[in-house]
């Protein structure tokens, strides 16, 4: 098992950014995939975009051109920038981690944080 523990959640307002990380510990962190998931109030929770152990990364469509997902092995750590944020991104963002290859299906994924807030004003 994997622990994951998400930061850097907040309020901002539209058209700002946000820098979400994503700590993991328990086993060896290179090998994994590592995605970032969201869940907004009433809402079913929702693929956001993931990064395999290569290092190439897959991207939900409302997160292309603005999201950029990337890892940094040496400190066992996933980071989400969120640019152009929009009042809809405004959710609990949660990480999760599986064995080497991406998948856009939450349940794939072995392992996940207890989520950070993000808030979007506008």
């Known amino acids: 098992q994997v622990q994951l523990v998400e930061s850097g959640g907040g309020l901002v307002e539209a058209g700002g950014s946000l820098r979400l990380s994503c700590a993991a510990s328990g086993r060896t962190f290179s090998s994994y995939a590592m995605a970032w998931f969201r869940q907004a109030p009433g809402k079913e929770r929702e693929f956001v975009c993931a990064i395999n152990w290569k290092g190439d990364p897959a991207y939900a469509d409302s997160a292309k051109g603005r999201f950029t997902i990337s890892r940094d092995n040496a400190k066992n750590t996933v980071y989400l920038q969120m640019n152009s944020l929009k009042f809809e991104d405004t959710a609990l963002y949660f990480c999760?981690?599986?064995?080497?290859?991406?998948?856009?299906?939450?349940?794939?994924?072995?392992?996940w944080g207890q989520g950070t807030q993000v808030t979007v004003s506008s």
């Open positions: 999760a981690a599986r064995e080497r290859f991406n998948s856009r299906q939450e349940g794939s994924y072995a392992d």
